[in-house]
């Protein structure tokens, strides 16, 4: 049976869609994304931008014509609001892609727009290709990301507030009232045994367990009540602190420890060594949960103003580090992310290198960091 012609409906010809070699098909390619994109050619001239390039520009800049279109990239630069200190990066950037000396630019930078501040991701590729060069321009805005960024962080910093607080409160009330009751039990306790004597062997017996027990509950108590708010700290400062917390880690987890902890080095202010003693925790905490390491070795020490505490491990590594072996924190979990906002809270930072030899945290506190607002504390301090 002969088959009945079907009868195709093109759509009109404004709605179909251009060639995709066309620069029709480019322009509502471009359109449709979110960036504020811009093509250039040889010169660094603008060629070609989008919908979001040009309404940005209609917003911020009325007065300019054909959203730059024909002038040099660069010179739109220098004339936006803002941004003329990085103009200097970015005419590097551009001038390396457009002679060939690079393929990718990238810079982060703000800007004063007109509903406020704004910060722009700014990714720059040149076109490899057979036909003239081109270089493809992409501001991302990035404002909300950073607002949201920066939400977190002050979350985590007042986290860390209340933590600390909250620590020092627990470690002392079980310091000064939970153990104190212990020590008059176990007192009394053997007061009664001492009543009894020999009479009554097996009421004997369960005092004699009693009073192992309350012994064992008081020395854990005595350690939760260091770990929560470490004394030697506060007294005798960060080194000796730490060595004495290595010393009980090393027992505790049979890992071997090395410590190589400066002998001269003066007190930091409170916060920094509070800081600098919870990444140690936390990174050794690290090496015995993840890094299969048999060794770790600490390193306390000053070099070229700064104070430095590394913890390194010979372990697994952590995946996820860039090729030269850094590793940026605040991409790993909360607790490397914790570390880093502890460091950045009073002015410092943790750098990260890890690979299949194992893993370095490295924290690092730069002395004016403390020495202008935030006076070092003297040796007499207690
Ligand atoms: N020293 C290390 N060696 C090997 N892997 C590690 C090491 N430190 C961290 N990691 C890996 O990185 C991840 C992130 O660590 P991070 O401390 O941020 O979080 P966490 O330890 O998993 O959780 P939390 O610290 O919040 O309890 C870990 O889950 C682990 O896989
Ligand atoms: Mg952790």
Not at 155 to 184: F, G, M, Y
């Amino acid at each position: 049976m002969p088959r009945t012609p079907t009868t195709v409906t093109r759509p009109p010809a404004e709605h179909q869609a251009p060639a995709p070699d066309s620069d029709l098909f480019l322009q509502r390619t471009i359109d449709a994304l979110s960036p504020h994109i811009a093509i250039l050619g040889e010169a660094g001239e603008i060629l070609m931008v989008n919908r979001a390039w040009r309404e940005f520009t209609r917003g911020n800049e009325p007065e300019a014509t054909e959203a730059g279109l024909g002038h040099k990239y660069l010179d739109v630069c220098r004339a936006a609001a803002g941004i003329d200190d990085q103009a200097w990066q970015i005419h590097e950037g551009i001038t390396a892609l457009l002679s060939g000396g690079r393929s990718e630019f990238h810079l982060d930078y703000g800007i004063d727009a007109i509903e406020g501040r704004r910060r722009f991701a700014l990714r720059a590729t040149r076109l490899a290709g057979a036909g003239p060069t081109r270089v493809v321009i992409a501001h991302e805005d990035v404002t909300q990301l950073e607002r949201a960024d920066d939400r977190l962080r002050h979350l985590l910093i007042q986290h860390h507030t209340q933590e600390d607080e909250t620590r020092r409160h627990l470690a002392r009330e079980l310091h000064d009232v939970t153990a104190q009751k212990l020590v008059a039990a176990c007192l009394l306790i053997a007061k009664a045994d001492r009543v009894i004597g020999d009479d009554e062997p097996a009421i004997s017996k369960s005092i004699a367990e009693a009073r192992t027990l309350m012994e064992e509950s008081l020395s854990e108590i005595r350690s939760l009540s260091y770990l929560f708010h470490p004394p030697l700290l506060e007294e005798l400062g960060l080194a000796a602190a730490m060595r004495a917390y290595l010393d009980g880690f090393g027992q505790r987890t049979a890992i071997a420890m090395q410590a190589e902890i400066a002998s001269d080095l003066p007190r930091l202010m409170r916060a920094a060594e509070m800081a600098f003693y919870r990444v140690l925790q936390e990174a050794l905490g690290n090496v015995y949960r993840h890094a299969k390491s048999p060794v770790v070795i600490v390193r306390l020490y000053r070099h070229e103003a700064k104070t430095r505490l590394e913890v390194e491990d010979r372990g697994i590594g952590i995946t996820g580090a860039m090729a030269d072996g850094r590793l940026d924190p605040a991409r790993a979990g909360v607790g490397l992310l914790a570390m880093k906002m502890r460091m950045e809270q009073i002015g410092g930072d943790i750098e990260v290198r890890t690979g299949a030899g194992g893993t370095r945290v490295c924290a690092v506190l730069p002395d004016r960091a403390w020495a202008g607002s935030l006076a070092p504390v003297s040796p007499a301090r207690k």
